[in-house]
């Protein structure tokens, strides 16, 4: 069965860092487009950054550019969101995603795990 695990989501300053995970049991990482995604509270999800799966070059929102960075572990099976210089926007429940029927992009997207929370605050 195909499963992907969020955790790492918390309370943290503004300026603060954190590192989402998201680790795979079932598939092969590598060989599925994988990408973050965010939902705020009344807001639409949307795409925070992607993994193409056959180099792994990554796309970020211009919302994050400079401040996220993800990252791939495949002896883990396990990508990562290195989230730096956190802003109050930031705050929302942070999901992963994996789809094999594309190389990278903003989906649409098969599986999601089940979403970690972020938020930002003094």
């Known amino acids: 069965q195909l499963q992907l695990v969020e955790s790492g989501g918390g309370l943290v300053q503004p300026g603060g860092s954190l590192r989402l995970s998201c680790a795979a049991s079932?598939?092969?990482?590598?060989?599925?487009?994988i990408a973050w995604f965010r939902q705020a509270p009344g807001k639409e999800r949307e795409g925070v950054s992607c993994?193409?799966?056959?180099?792994?070059?990554?796309l970020y929102a211009n919302s994050v550019k400079g401040r996220f960075t993800m990252s791939r572990d495949n002896a883990k099976n396990t990508v990562y969101l290195q989230m730096n210089s956190l802003e109050p926007e930031d705050t929302a429940v942070y999901y992963c995603?994996?789809?094999?029927?594309?190389?990278?992009?903003?989906?649409?997207?098969?599986?999601w795990g089940q979403g970690t929370q972020v938020t930002v605050s003094s």
């Open positions: 995603a994996a789809d094999r029927t594309f190389r990278s992009g903003w989906g649409p997207y098969d599986y």
């Open positions: 079932g598939f092969t990482l590598h060989n599925y487009a």
């Open positions: 993994m193409a799966s056959s180099d792994g070059s990554t």
